[in-house]
């Protein structure tokens, strides 16, 4: 990654300037690198000097002045061991004092052999090695529909787990699965009250149930009562109430693999907050012993006084494990089983309260400090007309939502002049890849604290930000080297020695060579956005480019040659940035 050359150059300039006593000693403040919004100000700028400047009370420009007659000018010989060629062109002091450096074009022609070469591995990098990550997402709730929420947690979560992989981070996902709690009690009190057949009951069904059970019980509190009850045989492993939890558990899951065959989406492991029901009686004993937790009136709590957060129960009056304290048992379990470095929980606003109370509790146990544990809070799904969340009874099933997006996707697809003569097999394929593609694309484009407004048009728009224009993008670049009939592994060598390139064609490689950095970026911010305004801008200048250059047409051989790499290594880093993103590439559409 050059940004990060850069940024260890510089550094190396000061400490030489340092020790050599031509500037005075102060401790380094973080080195920022930028890219200028204006190109006349260079590829990379660095207000490093007049950052110094302040402290050491001296004219910026003359440490912008000596800092850049300290910097080398790096190699770069990946690609060709044998053809070292510098990476910077040139370097030069601006305004008051930024240093802005200028990349070569040499560096930026042999990306593309870079690209060619390392092909789905391009951008990918080391920076995790030996770290590992556990992320929690998707966790649904078992006998409750599977939320839109939770699709968002399902598709951010995944493609944060794909980032950090393609980081070399260890990543373990785990579906942190609703399958235990008081509600449970309620349930099985009213499949026992109203008779319900266990080979009758449906997801639905079952929100019924639940429902209902909270409609009567406001004028018969006894129903609490009894509810109550069934959760204690549950905990005490009654084998009735196990039979009834165990098929509820079983239909749903059933219901929610077929969202996430949908998808197209594996999670390690699922293993769900029942797992963790006994451990939790132990973490409890270890808040009293540690004087984490307290008794009051009955119950055992967690207070957090200096932190301003309201108390949490961890243990009930009536001796029912509480979902904090699963919660704190399967830290505790990560912990021990995975060490992991980082813990990210996709989860939606609504919870971003008892995250930060699970969050300390785990500082106050000792166990961990809570800055390893990030929150990505998301945003909700929302309707043109107005919410798209699941209201008492108005229940959107999601299943629809994607079977929606596969159809409408089919009749773009039956329509478009360059389906003609595919299979219809082949045409099934394609819709479901755009389909569901969409729908992901929509979601993960945006921040992922932002309200999203969910609009088909624009989820399915072929020409604007989304995932079917990139789908067409890289099927427009495959089509074009087909036709060209040359060979993509011999594009690999890109020696083209071609150097005044058309602005059409510096675009897209002052473009590609920022990938790798953009990759790391995504992961440090969680924001896999940042790769969907990428591959957004790359696809952009790639069919701009498209729409001037001839290619194949194209003056010169060695033109054609290089035109020809541009547009194998464009539809590679776009298919690169799919696959972080966890949709999928047709060959054509
Ligand atoms: N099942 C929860 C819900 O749907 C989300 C679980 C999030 N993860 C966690 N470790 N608490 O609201």
Not at 132 to 142: E, F, G, R
Not at 449 to 478: A, H, M
């Amino acid at each position: 990654m050059v940004r990060n050359e850069i940024k260890s150059l510089i550094e190396q300039a000061i400490k030489q300037l340092q020790k050599q006593k031509k500037l005075a000693k102060f401790d380094i403040p973080e080195i920022l690198v930028e890219h200028p919004e204006n190109r006349a100000y260079g590829d990379y700028s660095t207000n490093i000097a007049l950052q110094i400047a302040k402290t050491i009370k001296k004219n910026p420009k003359e440490i912008a002045e000596a800092i850049k007659s300290k910097i080398q000018n790096p190699n770069y010989s990946k690609s060709n061991p044998k053809s070292k060629i510098q990476i910077l062109e040139k370097i030069e002091i601006a305004g008051p004092g930024f240093i802005n450096f200028f990349v070569s074009k040499e560096f930026l022609q042999k990306q593309i052999a870079d690209v060619l070469r390392q092909g789905d591995k391009f951008g990918s990098s080391k920076t995790g090695k030996g770290k590992t990550v556990v992320i929690d997402y998707s966790s649904p709730n078992i006998a409750k529909a599977f939320g839109i929420g939770h699709l968002r947690s399902t598709i951010i979560g995944q493609s944060l787990y794909n980032i950090y992989k393609f980081l070399g981070w260890k990543t373990i996902g785990d579906n942190h699965l609703g399958d235990w709690g008081t509600q449970f009690g309620k349930l099985i009190y009213q499949i026992k009250e109203k008779k319900v057949f266990l080979k009758d009951l449906t997801i639905e069904k079952l929100e019924k149930l639940y429902i209902e059970f909270h409609r009567e019980a406001e004028k018969n509190p006894e129903m609490e009562k009894q509810a109550r009850a069934w959760f204690q045989k549950l905990e005490a492993r009654d084998k009735e109430a196990k039979k009834i939890w165990q098929d509820c558990r079983a239909i749903s899951l059933k219901e929610f693999q077929k969202i996430y065959n949908l998808l197209g989406i594996k999670i390690d492991y699922t293993i769900g907050e029942s797992f963790y029901k006994d451990m939790a009686k132990d973490i409890i004993a270890e808040a009293i012993e540690k004087k984490v937790a307290i008794q009051s009136q009955g119950a055992i709590i967690i207070k957090y006084k200096k932190d301003k957060f309201p108390p949490v129960i961890i243990l009930k009056s009536d001796k029912a494990t509480t979902y904090l304290a699963r919660d704190l048992a399967a830290v505790k379990y990560r912990i021990s089983r995975w060490h992991p470095n980082l813990f990210i929980y996709e989860v939606g606003a609504d919870q971003y309260l008892f995250l930060r109370q699970l969050f300390l509790a785990v500082e106050f146990l000792g166990w961990e400090k809570k800055e390893k544990f990030i929150h990505v809070v998301h945003g909700l799904v929302r309707r043109k007309q107005g919410k798209f969340s699941t209201r008492k009874g108005e229940t959107i099933h999601l299943e629809d939502v994607l079977k929606e997006a596969v159809k409408r996707a089919r009749e773009i697809i039956e329509k478009s002049e360059t389906s003609k003569g595919f299979s219809k097999k082949e045409k099934e394929k394609i819709a479901k890849m755009v389909g569901i593609g969409a729908i992901k694309y929509n979601d993960l484009s945006q921040h992922y604290s932002k309200d999203i407004i969910f609009n088909w048009e624009k989820v399915l728009n072929l020409k604007g930000n989304s995932g079917p224009y990139l789908q067409y993008t890289i099927t427009r670049c495959q089509s074009v080297i087909k036709k060209s009939k040359v060979q993509p592994r011999s594009l690999q060598k890109a020696d083209f020695e071609l150097f005044d390139f058309k602005k059409e064609e510096e675009n897209i490689l002052k473009t590609i060579y920022k990938f790798p950095e953009i990759v790391q970026e995504s992961a440090d911010k969680f924001s896999p956005n940042l790769l969907c305004n990428f591959a957004f801008d790359l696809a952009q200048k790639y069919n701009h480019f498209y729409n001037i250059c001839p290619i194949i047409q194209a003056e010169s051989i060695k033109e054609k040659e290089f035109r020809l790499a541009l547009t194998a290594a464009t539809s590679q880093v776009l298919k690169n940035c799919l696959n972080l993103l966890g949709i999928s590439a047709p060959e054509k559409m």
